[in-house]
């Protein structure tokens, strides 16, 4: 299958491109390049090649001769989406759905699209299903729900788009996050021996290796189209949704001497627990592989094997909205997050 994976160098996408290599597709990466500067250690792994184009300007002409898109190019989490909703809106919103439509006009025949448990939003103590209400706290969550909802009805015979809405990520990749709950905690408790939390760490929270998430995104590739057209399929599992204090006291557990404590109640309203039941069912070859406790550990190898200090930790290129505004403070990307060219010398 000769598929296009968007976002082929960012954190999932830099474990993704070798997973749709190593399963024996032919594949090319697109990315913008927002976060090419960030590599924190080296994998040894085979990565495709990859084009160097905006998800905003990706035409019907480039699309052609693709059997599928693997879609993880937007931009990446809450914090991000609250700095500017509206080009939030215009990116990871009307961004994807004109991909999709274009895929669809090149006669791409399946499109997988990351998009996020964090739909559910404020959903309580509950169990969320793929058929739950939805209720997204952030620009980020209301426009993955934007994609799933244009895209659907693009579904016929010749189209298959699937939605995987992820639980939140963790775990070691080369161009690795730090701006996600497990791997921020992680580098604090090696970093400063401490995690302290400002809030009391109740609200409920589904998290997922990023291995995982690649190995179920594979699994969409190929699996029957009557059971994955135009569906929804929460990607976890159901004894991975923990509350944000059980994730710290497993960090802490993992790295010894670090000092954990709990502040009181915070403002932050999104708290949901999600069942997984409809992948393991429409999907039977995917089954979940990493727990918190294993990505922890793994996290303290790389830590170990790095060196990291808290100057990695704190740069620029391991938290996303952290280097956006770096690329615009310095110039590079203009306020629509558009790259400038470089002014000849005179």
């Known amino acids: 299958m000769r598929v296009l994976l968007t976002g082929a160098d960012g954190y999932i996408g830099a474990i993704m491109g070798p997973k749709l290599i190593e399963a024996g597709h032919d594949v090319v990466g697109l990315d913008t390049g927002f976060y090419r500067r960030g590599w924190l250690f080296d994998d040894r792994r085979t990565r495709p090649q990859v084009v160097s184009k905006d998800l905003r300007e990706i035409t019907v002409e480039d699309l052609r001769g693709f059997d599928a898109v693997v879609h993880l190019s937007e931009l990446s989490n809450d914090p991000i989406g609250e700095n500017d909703p509206g080009l939030t809106e215009a990116i990871n919103g009307a961004g994807s759905i004109a991909l999709a439509r274009n895929a669809r006009e090149a006669g791409v025949s399946r499109f997988v699209y990351a998009s996020s448990c964090s739909t559910y939003g404020a959903g309580g103590d509950g169990m969320r299903t793929e058929t739950s209400a939805l209720a997204p ?71 997922v290796h990023i291995e995982d998430i690649c190995e179920a995104m ?98 620029a290129p391991y938290t996303r909205l952290k280097e956006l505004r770096y690329l615009r403070k310095t110039g590079q990307l203009d306020e629509r997050l558009n790259w400038r060219a470089l002014e000849a010398a005179p």
């Not at 909802?149 to 579904?155: C, K, L, R, S």
């Not at 590739?221 to 004894?239: I, K, M, P, W």
């Not at 502040?263 to 039941?277: I, K, L, N, Q």
């Not at 294993?294 to 830590?303: C, E, M, P, S």
Request: charged fraction near 25%; proline fraction near 4%; glycine fraction near 6%.
């Open 218 to 315: 594979l699994c969409a590739l190929t699996a029957d189209r009557e059971a994955v057209s135009a569906e929804a399929f929460n990607v976890g599992a159901d004894d991975e949704n923990y509350r944000i204090r059980e994730i710290a006291e497993i960090v802490a557990r993992t790295f010894p001497g670090c000092a954990l404590t709990i502040g009181e109640s915070g403002g932050d309203t999104r708290s949901y627990r999600v069942s997984f039941a409809k992948i393991r069912e429409r999907m039977p070859h995917f089954r979940t592989r990493w727990t918190a406790e294993r990505g922890a550990r793994q996290l303290k190898a790389v830590f170990e094997r790095i060196g990291l200090d808290g100057a990695m930790f704190e740069a």
């Open 137 to 207: 706290q952030t620009a980020y969550a209301r426009c993955k729900i934007m994609v799933e909802q244009a895209v659907a009805p693009m579904a016929d015979d010749r189209f298959t788009p699937v939605f995987m809405r992820n639980a939140t990520a963790y775990g070691a990749s080369p161009r690795q996050r730090f701006d996600l709950v497990l791997n921020n905690l992680a580098g604090f408790a090696w970093t400063l021996k401490e995690i302290r939390m400002t809030s009391d760490g109740s609200p409920w929270r589904p998290i």
